[in-house]
Nanobody
Framework: QEQLVESGGGLVQSGGSLRLSCAVS????????MGWYRQAPGKQRELVAG???????NYVDSVKGRFAISRDNGKKTVSLQLNNLKPEDTAVYFC???????????WGQGVQVTVSS
């Protein structure tokens, strides 16, 4: 059972920046597809950004050019840099790991990101 621990959330003004990090336990981090999801009150959880085992990235249209996902296989971490934040980015952000061999999926506990206008 993998454990994912997120950090870096907080309150920021519109236009500001935050950096989220997710540390993953276990020894096969390099085999995981890693994603950051978010869920705002009353809305469905959505995939914000993902990064494959070969470092290919994908983003939801609303964050393209503002957010950047990266991974460090040696440190077993995935990060999400959030720039030019907008009030509509306010949500709980979750880290997700999918084992590409078994397709098992693991979730972190979530961190709150609040952007004030």
């Amino acid at each position: 059972q993998e454990q994912l621990v997120e950090s870096g959330g907080g309150l920021v003004q519109s236009g500001g920046s935050l950096r989220l990090s997710c540390a993953v336990s276990g020894s096969i981090f390099s085999m995981y597809y890693m994603g950051w999801y978010r869920q705002a009150p009353g809305k469905q959880r959505e995939l914000v950004a993902g990064i494959t085992t070969s470092d290919k990235t994908n983003y939801v249209d609303s964050v393209k050019g503002r957010f950047a996902i990266s991974r460090d296989n040696g440190k077993k971490t995935v990060s999400l840099q959030l720039n030019n934040l907008k009030p509509e980015d306010t949500a709980v952000y979750f880290c997700n790991a999918v084992n590409m061999m078994t397709m098992e999926s693991y979730w972190g506990q979530g961190v709150q990101v609040t952007v004030s206008s």
